[in-house]
Structure formats: structure tokens, C-alpha cells
């Protein structure tokens, strides 16, 4: 599986942005995409997650309400729109795939196994 991330930018707080991750190779019923993200001198965490079969997602508590992450399975892209942008959002985003995930999986980041380039969201105060 290759992952291309694209769409990061800058934004002023309470904006928006929306973020692609186009995904190429085999996906089964059991692939999992994620969005994960590094602030500077953090480590990465856990943003979203969606399971290509089904569509079902889970959120991080910092960004429920404000995130929402979607497929388009024709066009094998998953999309990150982020409204309500706050400063604490600026990060590199990446994304990455689990082919073998399962439901309480989804949050792990040990469990991804490919990953995207990262794309850096800078939100100004």
C-alpha cells in the first residue's frame, strides 16, 4: 500500500482545511486508514481513523465536533476536513494504513504498518 498526503496549509484559528491521502494498492475489508500528526517535540498521535468496509470511524477526543474524516472508495482518497482550526493544531499530518485492523485497533499507531508523507498544517493565532 502507498499513501500520498497533500493539502496542508495555513490557516488562521477557526478556519478551515481539508487534507487528501490517496492510497494505491490492495485494501480489504479489513483496511483501516488513519490520520496521525507530530507537533514539534511531541510525539505523533492518533487524529482519526476510518475503516474502508463499512466506513465506520473514531476520533480523538481534542478533535471531535471539529474533524471529519471521509472515503471516497471510487477514487481509493481519504479526506480529513478540519474545521475550527486551533493554534495546538499545527503538526505535520500523516497518514497510514492497517490492512488487518480491527474496531478497537483503530487508535493504535503501532498498528499501521504504511505511512504517507507528512504535510505540515500551520494554524496562526
Known amino acids: 500500500v502507498q499513501l500520498q498526503a497533500s493539502g496542508g496549509g495555513l490557516a488562521q484559528a477557526g478556519g478551515s482545511l481539508g487534507l487528501s491521502c490517496a492510497a494505491s494498492?490492495?485494501?480489504?475489508?479489513?483496511?483501516?486508514i488513519g490520520w496521525f500528526r507530530q507537533a514539534p517535540g511531541k510525539e505523533r498521535e492518533f487524529v482519526a481513523a476510518i475503516r474502508w468496509s463499512g466506513g465506520t470511524t473514531k476520533y480523538a477526543d481534542s478533535v471531535k465536533g471539529r474533524f471529519t474524516i471521509s472515503r471516497d472508495k471510487a477514487k481509493s482518497t481519504v479526506f480529513l476536513q478540519m474545521n475550527w482550526l486551533r493554534p495546538e493544531d499545527t503538526a505535520v499530518y500523516y497518514c497510514?494504513?492497517?490492512?488487518?485492523?480491527?474496531?478497537?485497533?483503530?487508535?493504535?499507531?503501532?498498528?499501521?504498518?504504511?505511512w504517507g508523507q507528512g504535510t505540515l498544517v500551520t494554524v496562526s493565532s
Open positions: 497510514a494504513a492497517n490492512p488487518h485492523g480491527i474496531l478497537s485497533t483503530m487508535p493504535m499507531i503501532g498498528s499501521y504498518s504504511y
Open positions: 494498492g490492495p485494501a480489504s475489508s479489513t483496511t483501516t
